[in-house]
């Protein structure tokens, strides 16, 4: 068997990804850091829906089928199933509707796109799976998954009430999914279908055309603004059940710096900017990062990150990640461990399943951070609205305009975070 080396590149597509020297608790972290997301671009489901083989052949993923193969005596099925420990979908496609009529019309636009466009047989399974999951959607919003019947030529059903139904169903995509491209994708998926519908006659219109255009899908990279957020409380009770001081610091590292999952798997100490002149705040540097500042300010934690670093202190087998991981082929833990990690530490601190309707996850501790940023301008103009009336000024808005620097807005805004970030933390 190869063996791994003792650290890894970071894993960004599967040719990064030296699959044949990988064990196989390896191949679990390398499946979720760059398959998953993969699965969920193209709309498949990555707990609950089992790629294909020629789905993963035309991914580039061979290379991990022959690992499996040659030096681990697995195939992919018993893989997905002992490895990853998850569930084996039934033999056979099984849509999420039992209308034959659907069935039927989603079979005969497949059949269309295979024989007359000729695509690749993973690119029906991909086309399939994101019809299956508008037609699951559309279901839980409507009570029904025969999706043929409200614009079928001979149906008495309204025009406005089938869009209704589409649009129901699209709402709750947009609530579950957090990729942006992914719903772009099921929808064009879905518009292509009632398209042919109503090219062969059995559709009178397309319910979906133009649907996404009430949606801001286009900013791929933008923040979900509709993710709801942690409360202090929800941050306090992470902070105190924490039982160590790395459980600590994914909590200040999601809630108290504002950072994604993807960007806590990765900090290491050289990020760290401790030595600032007077007056400045500390930060981390990022080389690259998504949709964002290359700083983030440390407003709380220092101390905590103080400790950690010097509890490593004189340690030989730390590569200076915060949060290294227990194989040897990596460097560092992966997002999908970050949210697991804080889905074991919410469930023993008492949250909530779901908060505001979606389910509780890792992203809500940087909506948390969002959230105090963004009511600290509302804070700060409160305090300037005597002035403006001292001032005779039109609003507290001209006032910050006008006599504010960026500086001294910058000042107040951190005071302000300071301040409540330092409450939800405390003990």
């Not at 294909?52 to 052949?57: C, E, I, P, R, V």
């Not at 033999?91 to 269309?112: M, P, Q, V, Y």
């Not at 994914?250 to 030595?275: I, S, Y």
């Amino acid at each position: 068997m190869h063996r791994a080396a003792e650290s890894a590149a970071e894993w960004d597509t599967a040719s990064d990804v030296p699959w044949t020297v990988l064990e196989l608790d390896d191949l679990v972290d390398a499946y979720w850091e760059v398959v998953a997301p993969e699965l969920e671009a193209d709309g498949i489901d990555p707990q609950n829906e089992k790629p294909t083989h020629n789905w993963l052949t035309e991914q580039g993923l061979r290379s991990l089928l022959y690992t499996l193969r040659e030096h681990h005596n697995r195939t992919f099925s018993e893989f997905w199933e002992e490895d990853l420990g998850l569930e084996t979908p039934d033999e056979g496609f099984e849509w999420a509707t039992t209308d034959e009529r659907t069935i039927e019309a989603l079979e005969s636009f497949l059949t269309s796109r295979r024989s007359r466009k000729g695509l690749a047989a993973s690119s029906i399974d991909t086309l399939r799976y994101r019809l299956n999951r508008f037609i699951r959607a559309y279901k839980e919003e409507n009570g029904t998954a025969d999706i043929v019947s409200p614009v079928a030529r001979e149906g008495d059903v309204p025009a406005h009430v089938a869009v209704d139904n589409c649009f129901s169903a699209f709402d709750r995509l947009h609530r579950e999914l957090e990729g942006n491209q992914t719903k772009q994708r099921i929808h064009l998926a879905v518009s292509n279908w009632y398209s042919h519908l109503v090219r062969r006659k059995w559709a009178t219109f397309n319910p979906v055309e133009g649907l996404d255009e009430e949606y801001d899908w286009s900013k791929s990279d933008s923040e979900n603004d509709d993710t709801p957020c942690l409360t202090a409380a929800h941050v306090q009770s992470l902070y105190e059940t924490a039982t160590d001081i790395e459980e600590q610091l994914l909590v200040v590292a999601l809630c108290g710096w504002g950072l994604r999952p993807n960007e806590v798997a990765k900090l290491r100490t050289e990020m760290f900017v401790f030595d600032v002149p007077a007056g400045e705040t500390p930060y981390i540097q990022f080389e690259e990062r998504k949709n964002g500042p290359g700083q983030v300010s440390i407003l709380f934690g220092q101390e905590l990150i103080n400790a950690y670093i010097d509890s490593w202190d004189g340690s030989d087998d730390w590569s200076g990640y915060l949060f290294p991981s227990p194989h040897s082929s990596r460097a560092h833990i992966t997002r999908w461990t970050v949210w697991n990690r804080f889905q074991d530490l919410a469930e023993r601190a008492g949250l909530p399943a779901e908060i505001a309707g979606e389910s509780t996850s890792a992203k809500m501790g940087r909506r948390f951070w969002y959230d105090i940023y963004s009511s600290a301008l509302d804070v700060i103009l409160d305090g300037l609205e005597g002035v403006a009336a001292d001032q005779g000024s039109e609003s507290p808005e001209v006032v910050l305009r006008n006599y504010l620097s960026e500086a001294r807005i910058r000042d107040l805004r951190r005071e302000y975070m300071r301040a409540q970030l330092a409450d939800a933390f405390s003990d």
